[in-house]
């Protein structure tokens, strides 16, 4: 037999190098993606009506600053971390928190503020820009 006479075969595909490159790309999306959610804060507002406000004769009054120098309440400077005790020290009974945040305040820092806020009791809380 001569080497004419043979059929000639096609080599075939090899899906190697494309099971490879579709692992890897597999690999890049789910070391690239993230699968945590990112961090959420619950603000009660008045339309929702989840709690009664006090009346505002009765509610004391708390006036807090969010500056890029920090927090203060009624003019005084807190740490982050006695937020909430400096609010609670304000006297007993319903309080109105109202919370004025300068254009120099980061998001971040308005987050790490209502934090504590939210648990304070008998507390309302009004943002102002």
Do not use: C, K
Request: glycine share 6%; proline share 7%; net charge negative.
């Amino acid at each position: 037999m001569a080497l004419a006479e043979l059929p000639r075969r096609r080599p075939g595909l090899s899906m190697t190098s494309l099971i490879d490159v579709i692992f890897l790309l597999l690999l890049f999306f789910m070391l690239s993606s993230t699968f945590s959610r990112s961090g959420e804060i619950e603000i009660a507002t008045a339309a929702q009506g989840t709690a009664a406000a006090p009346p505002e004769s009765e509610a004391r009054l708390v006036f807090l600053r969010l500056g890029a120098d920090g927090i203060s309440v009624n003019g005084r400077p807190v740490a982050p971390e006695e937020l909430r005790a400096a609010v609670e020290d304000q006297g007993p009974g319903p309080r109105h928190l109202v919370l004025s945040v300068t254009e120099a305040a980061t998001a971040q820092a308005l987050a790490d503020a209502l934090l504590p806020l939210q648990t304070v009791a008998d507390a309302r809380l009004t943002v102002l820009e």
